[in-house]
């Protein structure tokens, strides 16, 4: 589905909303979620806040979610056997899964063309869930990107 006023093979500045989250995979549990959320501050959603793809992981203890001052989901992953590439922080970035970027429903499906008119290789998805639809991919560096949207 072709839409002219739209480029083909990229996504015009201003398609992509927002940050809709960033996930991270921790270590422990435990300590990631006091570190968020009681010294910096951030607040921990609960109850009927967590979205629904997320209830039973959260209440397994397997994530997290926050939200910045400026609503930004940071959802926290448990990975307790995964090690980082290097222990030290200064010379290896080590616990980002991936960045979200909202898109409007209707344009969804485009992004997906444009992803794979790019010869970008799909990683998971398209995938649907009551929060919305998803697409998740790398950039050029290995880094997962997702391009979701909310339900129609």
Known sequence: MENSTIPSMTLSPGQLLKVHHIALNVKDMKTSRHFYGKILGLHEL????????LVELVAQGKVANFI???GIILDLFGEPEL????PDPHRAFTRAYHLAFDIAPELFDQAVEV?????????????????GRGVYFYDPDGFMVEIRCDPL
Do not use: F, M, Y
């Not at 609960?46 to 793809?53: A, Q």
């Not at 090690?83 to 290097?86: F, N, Q, V």
């Open 68 to 70: 910045t001052p400026d």
């Open 83 to 86: 090690s980082p590439p290097d």
């Open 46 to 53: 609960t109850g009927d806040e967590v979205p629904e793809t």
């Open 115 to 131: 992803i794979r008119k790019n010869q970008i290789e799909i990683a998971h998805g398209p995938v649907s869930r009551p929060t």
